[in-house]
């Protein structure tokens, strides 16, 4: 059984920008948290699936770490579409470390995000980027908004 395009769009939207999920459950719906908080955001060399966790292929070129997003409106765009999965996707640019050494290049395949700054963390979503990004001395990786989308399908 599928999820209907306005529970997934409400799904993202709890997780993405602690928006309440109205009609669910008691009269307040699933609500957001207290306080935002963050979401923290990963690179990586290969898909790290349903059943990895936030260092499953995840990037370690010198210089490499997570960045966060806030759980907001401003942190990150929901998009309901009915025709294909709703999606959420960073509103602003996200930049990451510049690499500082040429080893080890490596490719960027794949994003994550999870709840962890570092470690193991719980992978929320991860997916594959628009275009892979080959990461040596002196590249910062850098994602204009729109560009780490993240569907719910």
């Not at 210089?63 to 765009?77: K, N």
């Amino acid at each position: 059984m599928s999820k209907s395009n306005t529970w997934e769009s409400d799904l993202l939207k709890l997780v993405f920008n602690n928006t309440t999920a109205s009609l669910i459950g008691d009269a307040t719906g699933l609500v957001g948290s207290g306080t935002a908080g963050v979401l923290w955001v990963s690179l990586h060399t290969a898909d790290p699936t349903e059943g990895g966790d936030q260092i499953s292929g995840e990037a370690a070129y010198v210089g490499y770490a997570r960045i966060s997003i806030a759980r907001t409106v401003g942190g990150w765009t929901v998009t309901l579409v009915n025709v294909g999965p709703s999606t959420a996707a960073n509103a602003a640019q996200a930049t990451f470390p510049q690499c500082t050494s040429n080893t080890p290049t490596e490719v960027l395949t794949h994003v994550g995000v999870g709840t962890a700054s570092t470690g193991g963390g719980k992978l929320l979503y991860s997916g594959a980027l628009a275009s892979t990004l080959t990461v040596s001395q002196n590249i910062t990786p850098s994602y204009a908004p729109g560009q780490l989308v993240v569907p719910e399908d």
